[in-house]
């Protein structure tokens, strides 16, 4: 027969491991997550504006970005395209990102150059990079202009 002492301590056991079971279920959906702004530039690739999921080098360097140093296994990247454009000198600006679990919603726009830089087809990008456990496949990524027209659309398989 055990003696009360051990038998408070058994019970004191349990109920700490519930305490932490719902605690750690609590805590599931209020994750921050660490969304990195990786680079921005232009790419020479013809092309119009879209927005691409990127899971390996090879696709990257078929958009014409160079963004070596990006850790596949750990992370994916989200490329923001817009253009294309008759001179260098344009950039992006991002108004705000907001994301659900169905959908991430990117507000963005592009200002020209002050002074009209060489004369060569690009567009400009932005790579944001993602922890891969927060890709949802089915969701849907979206880029929009400052009054809500959508410009690139794109699915996460």
Same mark, same amino acid.
């Given at each position: 027969?055990?003696? %009360?002492?051990?038998?408070?301590?058994?019970?004191?056991? /349990?109920?700490?491991?519930?305490?932490?079971?719902?605690?750690?279920?609590?805590?599931?959906?209020?994750?921050?997550?660490?969304?990195?702004?990786?680079?921005?530039? $232009?790419?020479?690739?013809?092309?119009?504006?879209?927005?691409?999921?990127?899971?390996?080098?090879?696709?990257? =360097?078929? /958009?014409?970005?160079?963004?070596?140093?990006?850790? $596949?296994?750990?992370?994916?990247?989200?490329?923001?395209?817009?253009?294309?454009?008759?001179?260098?000198?344009?950039?992006?600006?991002?108004?705000?990102?907001?994301?659900?679990? %169905?959908?991430?919603?990117?507000?963005?726009? =592009? =200002?020209?150059?002050?002074? +009209?830089?060489?004369?060569? =087809?690009?567009?400009? $990008? *932005?790579?944001?990079?993602?922890?891969?456990?927060? $890709?949802?496949?089915? %969701?849907?990524?979206?880029?929009? *202009? +400052?009054?809500?027209? +959508?410009?690139?659309?794109?699915?996460?398989?």
């Amino acid at each position: 027969m055990k003696r %009360a002492g051990e038998l408070a301590q058994g019970w004191r056991r /349990l109920s700490v491991s519930i305490a932490a079971g719902l605690l750690a279920l609590s805590l599931a959906g209020c994750r921050d997550i660490r969304v990195q702004t990786y680079a921005q530039g $232009y790419s020479f690739v013809p092309g119009g504006s879209q927005i691409v999921v990127v899971r390996n080098p090879r696709d990257m =360097e078929s /958009l014409g970005v160079d963004a070596r140093g990006i850790d $596949y296994r750990h992370d994916f990247a989200v490329v923001l395209l817009m253009g294309p454009h008759p001179v260098e000198g344009f950039h992006q600006v991002i108004a705000s990102i907001k994301a659900n679990d %169905a959908r991430v919603r990117v507000v963005a726009f =592009e =200002e020209g150059p002050d002074k +009209p830089g060489l004369p060569r =087809e690009n567009r400009t $990008y *932005t790579v944001w990079v993602i922890p891969n456990f927060v $890709y949802r496949a089915g %969701a849907q990524v979206q880029a929009v *202009t +400052p009054d809500g027209a +959508p410009f690139a659309t794109t699915t996460l398989r």
